[in-house]
Nanobody
Framework: QVQLVESGGGLAQPGGSLRLSCAASGIIFSDYDMGWYRQAPGKLRELVAGVTRGGSTRYTDSVKGRFTISRDSAKNLIYLQMGSLKPEDTAVYYC????????????WGQGTQVIVSS
């Protein structure tokens, strides 16, 4: 059974930091690209940051220089270090695992809430 379990969300002040974690089980971690997505109320889910199997990273423009994604293949974990938080970062953050070679598969976590407010 595949599970992606996010943790680390919560309330942060503007300018503050949070670190999200996503623990993956039930998959061959090295076969999957991993990513963090977010969905704010009334908005579509969007990619925040991704890390490929090979370790290449990409970020949406609004978080470049503030967020860092990383993966620990020994522990089947990915992280999202978030800094200089802004109220507009408020959203539910989801972890996604995506296998882009046959058989193509993707899985989502249940999400973790991040609220940035003073």
């Amino acid at each position: 059974q595949v599970q992606l379990v996010e943790s680390g969300g919560g309330l942060a002040q503007p300018g503050g930091s949070l670190r999200l974690s996503c623990a993956a089980s039930g998959i061959i971690f090295s076969d999957y690209d991993m990513g963090w997505y977010r969905q704010a109320p009334g908005k579509l889910r969007e990619l925040v940051a991704g890390v490929t199997r090979g370790g290449s990273t990409r970020y949406t423009d609004s978080v470049k220089g503030r967020f860092t994604i990383s993966r620990d293949s020994a522990k089947n974990l990915i992280y999202l270090q978030m800094g200089s938080l802004k109220p507009e970062d408020t959203a539910v953050y989801y972890c996604k695992a995506e296998r882009k070679v046959v058989p193509i598969r993707y899985y989502w976590g249940q999400g973790t809430q991040v609220i940035v407010s003073s």
